[in-house]
C-alpha cells in the first residue's frame, strides 16, 4: 500500500530507471534514444545515460541504435507472477471460466491509466494483437479499466485525469473527462463495467472488481467477446452471472492469502 514519501527519501534516479522500462515496455518494439526521451519528458542525454545504466546491468539491449528490454525484466515480476503467488493461484479459476463459456476472461490490476494484465486466459483472444500476462491496456476504454477507475475515491481520481488527453482507441471510445466519469459513476452504482466498441471495432466486455477482505478493489476480472456472438443482453444476463461467480471464488483464495500474512498486491 502507498504512503506518503519525504521528498528527501525520494530516488529519482530509480523512478527514471524505472520509468524508462515501461516506456520500453509500452512501445512494444525497439525505440530511438530520441524517442525514449520524449516518451519520458527529459533530455535525449538523460535519456541516453538511463539506458546506457540499464544496458549495463542487462535491462535494455541496442543494436542499430535502437533500444528494447531484455528477458532480464521478466524476473522483476517473478515474486508477483511466479509460482506460489496469488495470480498463479487464481489462474485456475480463469481458465475454468474460459472454458464454460468459450470466451476470453482475464484478471488485470490498475497502473496509473492502464490496466496491467496478472492473469490471462491464453487460448483464445478477440484483439487484433494477441495479450498475455504483462501486457498493458488504457484503463478508459477496458472494461477491466473502467470498473478500477469508478472504484476509486473522487479525489484520487479527479487527480489521475488531471491534464490527461484520453485516447481513441476504437469507435467508440470515450474521449471526454466529463463523460468518462459519468460512465464510471454508473459502473460503481452497478459494480459492474461495460465496453463495447471501445477498444476495437466489434469488441464487447464485461468487468466486476475482485476486493480482499476488508472490502478493498485489487483487481478486476472480465470477459470479452464479439457483437457477432454476444450480444449486451448475454453481457449483462448470463455472463455476469458467471463473473460474479468466479470472482465470488477469487476473493476466497484472496482472503487466504492474507490470512497468512503474504502481500496481495
Known sequence: MKTDLQKRDFAQTLARGLHCLEVLAEKGAPA????????????RAAARRILLTLEHLGYVGEETGRYAST????????????????????APEVVALADRINEPSSVAVLNGLAILFVCRDATRRIFTSRLGV?????????????????????????????????ERRGP?????????????????????????DEMEE??????????????????????ASHKSRTT????????????RATAQKIEGLVADFQDRNWVVL
Request: charged share 20%; with cysteine; aromatic share 2%.
Open 32 to 43: 530511438s534514444c530520441s524517442e525514449v526521451a520524449a516518451a519520458m519528458k527529459v533530455s
Open 71 to 90: 528477458p532480464k525484466v521478466l524476473s522483476l515480476g517473478r515474486g508477483v507472477l511466479g509460482e506460489g503467488g496469488l495470480w498463479n493461484s487464481v
Open 172 to 196: 467508440a471510445s470515450i474521449t471526454g473527462r466529463r463523460e468518462l466519469i459519468a460512465a464510471l459513476h454508473r459502473a460503481r452504482a452497478d459494480d459492474y463495467a461495460l465496453a463495447i
Open 232 to 243: 449486451a443482453a448475454d453481457l449483462t444476463g448470463h455472463l455476469l452471472t458467471e463473473l
Open 134 to 166: 504483462g501486457d498493458r491496456l488504457p484503463a478508459h476504454c477496458s472494461s477491466s479499466g473502467k470498473m478500477l477507475l469508478a472504484c476509486l475515491p473522487d479525489q484520487e481520481l479527479a487527480a489521475r485525469l488531471k491534464g490527461v488527453k484520453l
Open 202 to 223: 466489434g469488441t464487447v466486455s464485461i468487468a466486476v472488481p475482485i476486493r480482499e477482505r476488508r472490502g478493498r478493489v485489487i483487481a478486476a476480472i472480465n470477459v
